[in-house]
């Protein structure tokens, strides 16, 4: 296995490594600041892989913060692993994701995110966005870099098989036709709804975590996305 590294946006890196084994791609996200984001830190068995291509990035020990979709191992099983490897790092995730998760599964005290939160990295911005449920547990949470207008969208559209690092193609279809494998997202009533709130903001780049990184028409594949949703949640 390798781990590629492709700068999708200005000073945003996505690293990712196709597990053929699990025919999927497990993608972590740095961006570049004065107080440089790891968005993903992949399971503790890929940490030397990913470790060493965020090095290429910036220097591990120049970590300033650690965050990720929700918990669950593929989104931060290395956590502790990496907050080793840099003293100066913070695990940022929701407030109340901190209070029933990871108060106690990190290493050092994590920062709680409010709803809507922004985070200065020094020279770009990074905004919290808490969706509840999606794609699984109540802790989750997506993040918004305003600068090149990027959603980390973790494991929303997420797709199995290897694709390119970007795309303009249809992520749609590929990320419904993945629900048959077990049913990964959490069909609720504010599943669709949550969703459709995503699609307000200006997106450019959709970076998912398991799939290429989307830089088509994001409202549009987000919209359609809930439309899914709410399709698979009421077949009538
Ligand atoms: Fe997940
Ligand atoms: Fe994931």
Redesign the pocket.
């Known amino acids: 296995m390798e781990t590629t590294i492709n700068e999708i946006a200005d000073g945003v890196f996505r690293l990712s490594t196709f597990v053929p084994d699990a025919n999927i791609m497990f993608n972590q996200f740095v961006v570049e600041a004065e107080q440089p984001l790891l968005f993903h830190t992949g399971p503790r068995g890929l940490f030397p892989l990913v470790s060493e291509a965020v090095a290429r990035v910036v220097p591990l020990d120049e970590l300033r913060w650690i965050t990720f ?2 918990v ?1 191992a ?2 931060c099983g290395a956590m502790n692993r990496f907050l080793a490897a840099a003293p100066d790092a913070t695990v940022a995730h929701g407030a109340i994701a901190c209070i029933v998760q990871v108060n106690d599964l990190a290493d050092r005290t994590p920062h709680p995110l409010a709803d809507g939160e922004v985070v200065d990295l020094g020279g770009r911005q990074v905004r919290n966005i808490d969706t509840p449920h999606i ?2 547990g109540w802790d989750a949470h997506v993040i918004y870099e305003e600068q090149t207008r990027t959603l980390f969208c ?2 929303l559209f997420t797709r199995f098989g290897e694709s390119e690092p970007t795309t303009t193609a249809d992520i749609v279809e590929a990320a419904l036709a993945a629900e048959s494998f077990g049913a ?1 997202t959490a069909l609720t009533t504010t599943t669709a709804s949550t969703i459709r709130q995503l699609s307000q903001l200006d997106i450019a780049t959709l970076a998912l975590m398991h799939g290429p990184a989307y830089q088509g028409d994001c409202s549009k594949a987000l919209l359609e996305l809930a439309e899914g949703y709410a399709l698979l949640c009421d077949p009538a």
Request: glycine fraction near 20%.
């Open positions: 979709g929700h669950e593929d989104e794609p699984h973790g494991d990964p």
